[in-house]
């Protein structure tokens, strides 16, 4: 019986999460994320199951990385970071469909 559920962190990619293997360091990934976002890279994250999954983070909208308990919430001496968000792409230039004088 996998016990994938009791995890200490977990990664939400557009809304699904992702329960990561006990002992991740949720600091250290929400550095790496935000790298690996920044570059638009592809990157290998490790699950709590044992599999892994390739992420393309220029095709993710919202990330979000949570500790058991809810520990999403700022602390005293730091903010959380930011979820991170990418603007849908501008809309395409050229002549208007509905234009057709």
Same mark, same amino acid.
């Given at each position: 019986?996998?016990?994938?559920?009791?995890?200490?962190v977990q990664? !939400?990619?557009?809304g699904q999460?992702?329960?990561?293997?006990?002992? &991740?360091?949720? +600091? +250290? !990934?929400? $550095?790496?994320?935000?790298?690996?976002?920044? *570059?638009? +890279?592809?990157e290998q994250?490790?699950?709590?199951?044992?599999? &892994?999954?390739?992420?393309?983070?220029? @095709?993710? *909208? !919202?990330? +979000?990385?949570?500790?058991?308990?809810?520990? @999403?919430?700022? &602390?005293?001496? $730091?903010?959380?970071?930011?979820?991170?968000?990418?603007? #849908?792409?501008? #809309?395409?230039?050229? #002549?208007?469909?509905?234009? !057709?004088?």
């Open positions: 019986m996998c016990d994938c559920w009791a995890v200490e990664i !939400l990619i557009d999460p992702y329960p990561l293997p006990a002992g &991740t360091d949720p +600091e +250290e !990934l929400r $550095r790496r994320v935000a790298q690996a976002v920044f *570059r638009c +890279e592809v994250l490790h699950l709590a199951d044992g599999r &892994t999954m390739l992420v393309n983070w220029r @095709s993710v *909208r !919202l990330v +979000e990385i949570r500790q058991a308990g809810g520990a @999403s919430a700022p &602390t005293r001496d $730091r903010q959380p970071a930011a979820p991170a968000t990418i603007p #849908p792409p501008p #809309p395409a230039s050229g #002549p208007n469909k509905d234009d !057709l004088s």
